[in-house]
């Protein structure tokens, strides 16, 4: 099997990225995957004028991770706060459990760590995801017990089908 490479978004990517994260965590084709977010949100999972903000801006990456120029997964990675910040890591759902997720979040932690000299790594995570909190936990992630509001009434996040969801914020030293 080929491996895998490693590249930094740019605009043209925009429709494939959002394709690509709508899969992973909203709607039925996500049930493949254990990402699904469908029992608690629907509509969007990402805005396509928040992602382009998000590769044009300074210290801010989308980083795809491809095999033989077939898009399985992508992140963001940016530089906010004197740490990293790691979020929207999608792979597709057929290629989860694959190791194509461990894979790019090691390049996220790489860039944050050695291109930017950040010593730490922040993410925000729905703190009733369990079983993705403990996936992030066996990668080195702690829960910091820091809360945050989920923002409800704003769609590009999202439509809860739940009135008690927030974020929880986990952190790794670099």
Request: charged share 30%.
């Amino acid at each position: 099997m080929t491996e895998l490479s490693f590249r930094p978004a740019t605009p043209a990517d925009i429709p494939a990225l959002v394709e690509l994260v709508t899969s992973a965590y909203r709607g039925d084709v996500s049930r493949q995957g254990w990402t699904t977010e469908a029992d608690l949100l629907d509509g969007a999972r990402i805005d396509p004028g928040v992602l382009r903000r998000d590769i044009e801006r300074p210290h801010s990456v989308v980083v795809l991770a491809e095999r033989e120029d077939l898009l399985l997964a992508c992140a963001h990675v940016a530089e906010g706060d004197g740490a990293g910040y790691f979020g929207m890591l999608s792979v597709r759902p057929d290629q989860q459990g694959g190791g194509v997720g461990k894979a790019l979040m090691s390049e996220a932690e790489r860039i944050a760590r050695e291109d930017w000299k950040l010593p730490a790594m922040r993410m925000t995570v729905i703190d009733v995801r369990d079983e993705l909190i403990a996936f992030y936990e066996r990668r080195g992630y702690a829960r910091t017990g820091i809360k945050k509001p989920f923002p409800y009434g704003d769609e590009r996040f999202g439509i809860p089908k739940r009135d008690d969801l927030r974020f929880e914020i986990l952190e790794k030293a670099l």
